[in-house]
């Protein structure tokens, strides 16, 4: 009797300390460009590149379908390091039929038949500059992507290439993303082999682009990320409280995502954040809404219901 009375008190005093979760709520909009884009890939044609093409356009629609839905005014397209900023074929636009079948119909046209002192530089330069060809617009935002095993040969400083392609779109945001050997000493794989591109990464540190390997395994992966990158979505929104995970609601437009790794959403905690892929990342001027439970809890009343 006196160790079930003696207990009695303790209960007592939990029921006085108890403790309620609170709900929480975060909402962001999706970047929205407000702008026209031009996209411009400068694809190495020397023939040191086979196996990189032929991997670029078996995996390209990791690129385009991201395009193909994000419903944003753009033109594509696509010139080669032989100096000359020729296009391969006339630009793919935001109202092409076929945006996946067409990208990957010029890349092939691309050739191993360019010079070995590959000048990525120069050709960019001519291929986006409005007063070379009707493709490039001066009040159009300017994304380019150089895809190339070996390091730029124009003879063009890097800041100078930068300088250069930003005078010709006053007021307009101008981004150089690589797919290039890795520094310092470049890299190989099974998917090919590349000399670092140090000019080229130059240009996109300069202008906050995307840096990827051109030796990756994972092709898909780094296009996908490419996509992001060129049509300016943001992927990961960091949370402003602690999750309990199991009460986590993620909703793009009202519609709710689902929690998983492919075309969903997972969570990060070493950032507390969550990071979108695939079709489920907003598209732009999408609005994003987190409803969970703190983890932390409070004491008191819950302040809302999920």
């Known amino acids: 009797m006196k160790r079930a009375l003696a207990i009695l008190p303790i209960l007592a005093a939990c029921s006085d300390y108890a403790v309620t979760r609170s709900t929480a709520r975060d909402g962001w909009i999706q970047t929205d460009r407000g702008a026209e884009l031009d996209i411009l890939w400068v694809i190495d044609d020397s023939a040191s590149m086979a196996e990189e093409q032929e991997t670029l356009t078996e995996r390209s629609s990791a690129f385009a379908t991201p395009l193909a839905a994000a419903e944003l005014p753009f033109r594509l397209a696509i010139t ?64 380019l992507v150089v895809y190339s095993d070996e390091d730029d040969h124009s003879g063009i400083d890097a800041s100078d290439f930068v300088s250069e392609l930003e005078s010709t779109r006053e007021g307009r ?42 030796c990756t395994a994972d092709t898909e992966g780094m296009l996908e990320r490419l996509a992001n990158q060129v049509l300016g979505l943001q992927t990961k929104f960091v949370l402003s409280a602690l999750p309990l995970l199991a009460t986590m609601d993620v909703r793009v437009d009202g519609v709710a995502i689902p929690r998983r790794d492919s075309d969903g959403w997972r969570y990060d905690g070493s950032d507390n954040s969550i990071i979108f892929d695939g079709w489920a990342i907003p598209r732009p001027g999408a609005a994003i809404d987190a409803f969970y439970y703190d983890y932390t809890g409070n004491r008191g009343e819950d302040t809302a219901a999920l």
Not at 102 to 110: D, K, P, S
Not at 125 to 131: C, E, P, S, V
Not at 182 to 209: H, I, M, N, R
């Open 80 to 143: 080669t390091t032989s100096g000359t900023g020729e296009l391969l074929a006339e630009p793919i636009g935001d109202q092409t039929e076929d945006i996946e079948g067409e990208f990957a119909a010029i890349l092939t046209r691309a050739g191993l038949e360019g010079a070995r002192e590959e000048a990525g530089f120069a050709s960019a330069i001519l291929a986006a500059d409005h007063r070379s060809n009707d493709y490039a617009r001066s009040d159009a935002d300017l994304e």
């Open 173 to 214: 945001s101008v981004v150089v993303s690589v797919v290039v050997g890795d520094l310092p000493t470049g890299c190989a794989s099974a998917a090919g082999a590349a000399d670092p591109g140090e000019a080229y990464v130059e240009a996109q540190e300069a202008t906050g682009g995307a840096r990827e390997s051109i």
